[in-house]
């Protein structure tokens, strides 16, 4: 069960994301409908830990297992949902994984499994994604960041 909540006026969600990266690359989502690309994840499901998240959902878009190397940062929105016109509260948290099998970084694309005909996630180079609209933006504004971070967008 999805950590999510939708009331009358507003909604919450929390989920997570994370990041892979490898030759100074990142694996991110192309989807066909949108034009911004995005990082893997989902929503936390009940009594899960974030990593756990994380490494679940990886494994169901992309069928690989994954390694936690590290917490990247935590980002606190609040916005208006353009589907429902609602104010949405989000809690997303952002960790950094390894492919365990090594295959998955020789491969120029993999197909989400959840979106076959939809989405697929590709390797760009981090110089080239801080030119692009990837969401969550304050990812790629800290990219270089080192330290653990923890941003609230109101």
Request: hydrophobic share 35%.
């Amino acid at each position: 069960m999805d950590i999510s909540f939708n009331f009358e006026e507003s909604s919450f969600n929390y989920r997570v994301a994370g990041v892979i990266k490898y030759n100074n690359k990142i694996l991110a989502e192309r989807k066909n409908d949108v034009k911004h690309l995005c990082l893997m994840g989902g929503r936390v499901h009940l009594n899960e830990t974030s990593i756990e998240a994380i490494k679940r959902e990886i494994k169901e878009e992309t069928n690989y297992d994954t390694e936690y190397v590290r917490s990247v940062g935590l980002i606190e929105n609040f916005y208006i949902s353009k589907y429902t016109n609602k104010l949405c509260h989000e809690i997303l948290i952002i960790h950094e994984l390894e492919f365990k099998n090594q295959e998955a970084y020789l491969k120029e694309e993999i197909i989400n499994n959840e979106e076959k005909d939809n989405a697929k996630f590709v390797w760009i180079d981090i110089e080239e994604l801080k030119k692009l609209d990837l969401k969550p933006e304050e990812f790629i504004k800290n990219i270089d960041n080192k330290e653990f971070y923890h941003i609230i967008n109101k």
